[in-house]
């Protein structure tokens, strides 16, 4: 990621300055103002049948590799809302079960990776849409096999499962509570 020079309000250079409890911070002297790093928040998710022993994998964008339900969160929503929002407007699915497992600062793309397993309420594919190729339930073993390697999908998927595996993550019921509104 490339440093900040400038302020993204006002274009004035921006100088160092200490932020009690924060460091050196950029600092626009114009508009007066920290100016904290840019990035983007992106979430994506190892999504399991409900009997939890298959994992969904899915292709996209003409591209012949599994990867893992994927998508930015929009602006005023919660990453937990961005989960089940992507997961029914790729695969049609409706997640019903949740729990964050891990996030990665991912540089080629400036975006903070959260990370989530998710249950689904059921597995049926036919309400699949244009955004995916196509999308393939995989016994829980045959899925980090089939994982585009090595990825970032697949870093996640290992870990999802293992944490699952040792009760490190409990996925909780979704609820109106954990999916707050879009402002
Ligand atoms: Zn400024």
Known sequence: MSTMTHCYECGTKLIPRELEGEGI???CPHCQ???????????STTLLSPDRKKALLIQQYGRNRNVLVAGYVNKGENAEHAVVREVQEEVG????????????????????????????????LS???????KAQWYPLEQAKEAVL??????????TALQKLERGEIVPVDVNTENLWPVE
């Open 25 to 27: 911070i950029p600092y």
């Open 33 to 43: 103002a920290y100016r904290f790093p840019i990035f983007s928040t992106a979430m």
């Open 93 to 124: 699915l409706k997640v019903v079960q949740m729990a964050f497992v891990k996030s990665t600062y991912f540089a080629p793309s400036n975006t903070l990776m959260l990370h989530f397993l998710t249950v689904v309420e059921d597995d049926d």
């Open 127 to 133: 309400h699949m849409t244009a955004e995916v190729d």
């Open 149 to 158: 390697t090595p990825s970032l999908a697949q870093r996640f998927l290992f």
